[in-house]
């Protein structure tokens, strides 16, 4: 089963940028779609953006112009560029694979990582 660990969040001003990355423990990984989540407390965990092994990305309508995700297979890496945060994508990021089902993406797995806190101020 391949591991994703997330590299270390941060705290930010609103408006700024932030970038994740997450590492994968095998070479597996460049087969696999990946997804970016979120959760913040109190909320269900949010699938914000989408990308598919050969690189086509797509994300969900909360982050559609600020948020890009790509990944560089070479290095079982998966990436977020986060621009012009606002306190609202306060939230634990993970990323995991995904699986697309009757036009909506899934997790594969029911494991994750430990994530990593990203927290925007106002």
């Known amino acids: 089963q391949v591991q994703f660990v997330e590299s270390v969040g941060g705290l930010v001003q609103a408006g700024g940028p932030l970038r994740l990355s997450c590492a994968a423990s095998?070479?597996?990984?460049?087969?696999?779609?990946l997804g970016w989540f979120r959760q913040s407390p109190g909320t269900q965990r949010e699938l914000v953006a989408v990308?598919?092994?050969?690189?086509?990305?797509t994300n969900a309508d909360s982050v559609k112009d600020r948020f890009t995700i790509s990944r560089d297979n070479a290095k079982n890496t998966v990436y977020l560029q986060m621009n012009s945060l606002n306190p609202e994508d306060t939230a634990v990021y993970y990323c995991n694979p995904v699986i697309y089902v009757g036009g909506t993406y899934y997790s594969r797995s029911s494991s994750w990582g430990q994530g990593t806190q990203v927290t925007v101020s106002s």
């Open positions: 095998a070479t597996s990984f460049r087969l696999n779609t």
């Open positions: 990308v598919t092994s050969g690189g086509s990305a």
